[in-house]
C-alpha cells in the first residue's frame, strides 16, 4: 500500500496540490493569514506540500532538515501551528477519499489505506510540532538569559 | 455514524482506555514521562481520555475549559505536545480498528467512519496546541515584561 499511495502523489501531485490550496485558502479566511499576498500564500503552501510528499515519495531523512527549516520560517511569518495541523488534515482526507475513489478499494484495502496514511502523517505532524516548540524554547531560554 | 461511535465509546469506555493506556505507556518509553509515578501517569491519561470522549459524547461546549485546564496541567508537569498528539492518533485507530471489527463494516461504512474521526479528533487537537501555543505565549510575555 505505501507503494500505492507514493505512486498516487507522484501521479497527482499538481491537481491534488491545486485543490489543497484552494481548502487551505478557505482554512485562512480572513484570519492573520490574510496579511501575506497571495502569492506569498502560494508559495509556502506549495513548499509545505512539498515537504508532507517528499516524506512518502523519497525514503531519504533529508526531508527532516527540511521541515526543520520550514517550521522555522512559518513561525517567522506567523501562521499558527494550528493551521499547519488543519492543512495536514485536509491533505489526509483529500488523499483517502480520492485514492478510494480512484481504486475502487473494498474494506480490507480501506483499512490498510487509513494505517498508511496515519503512519505517514504523524511523523511529519510530530517533527512540525517539535521544530514549532523548540523555536518557543529558543525564544523563552534567550530571554531568560537576557532578565 | 457520530451516535454509532459515540455508543461505542460509552459502551467500550474501561477495555479501550485500558488498551490505550497500554500504548501509551510504551510511547513514554524512557523518556521524560519516565519520572512521574506510574499512578500520576494513568490518572493523568485517565482524564485526557475522558476529555477526548466527552467531546463526542456530550455535544456541550463545557469541554473547551476542559481542555484548557487539561493543557495547562500537563505543560506543568511537561508532557511534551508531540506525546499527546501521538496519544491522540492511536486512540484514533485503536477506534477505527475495533469498530470495523466489531460491526464488518464495508467500504462505504469505513469512509464514513474515517471522516467520523477525523471530524471529532481535528477540532480536539487544534485546542489542545491551541492552549499550549497560549501557555508558551504568556511564558514569553512575561518575560518580555520582566526584561
Known sequence: MKMEVANFLKKNRNKLMDDWIVEMKQLGGDGPLHVISDDKFESISREFFDIAVFNIVDSENRYETKVERFAEQVVRIGWPLT??????????TLIFDWMKEENNYGADDLVKLFHEIENWISPLNRQIVEAYSNSWEKTVFLQKVAL
Open 83 to 92: 493551521f499547519l495541523m488543519s492543512g495536514l488534515q485536509v491533505l489526509k
